[in-house]
């Protein structure tokens, strides 16, 4: 099973636990079901640890604290779906039992990318299938072509 199947394996277990297809923080709409509480009230991690008097930011450990001590300040809904792709790595870089310098360079890489995918995912990520749903919006509204009735640009 590849990376992204394992993924949305985990996806669809966490749907399942939050009981709905949709789910979404009451407080702040966020709305990855990693980021979400399985509580009653329906919040997300950061609005529940603010309710709770604490900070919201929280110490993440990009490489897994058995790789490396360093952490760096994370928004609590960013650490949990960061974390969730840690699922995904060898259980031998993760762990490394022996302390192998090249298994905790690996996980020093492999934390900075999943942090970077997370960084695209949420600020550009939405991007595409907003244009995909805008593009068939216009097909419907205006018909196929509708990019010829616009003046020229140079895309």
Known sequence: MCDSDARDVRREARLRQ???????CTECGERDP???????????YECQALAAGKSWIEG???????????TVPMPGNDHRVVDDH???WPRQTLRNPEGSPLLRAA??????LDT????????????????EQLDRWLTDQLGRGWWR???AVDI
């Open 116 to 131: 970077l995918r997370l960084i695209v995912e949420r600020t550009v990520g939405w991007i595409p299938p907003f244009l």
């Open 86 to 88: 840690k699922n995904d």
């Open 18 to 24: 939050l009981g709905t297809r949709t789910p979404r």
């Open 149 to 151: 009735q616009m003046p």
């Open 107 to 112: 996980a020093c890489l492999r934390g900075w």
């Open 34 to 44: 990693f980021a979400l509480t399985l509580t009653p009230d329906g919040l997300c």
């Open 60 to 70: 993440q450990h990009p490489a897994g604290r058995p790789n490396h001590p360093a």
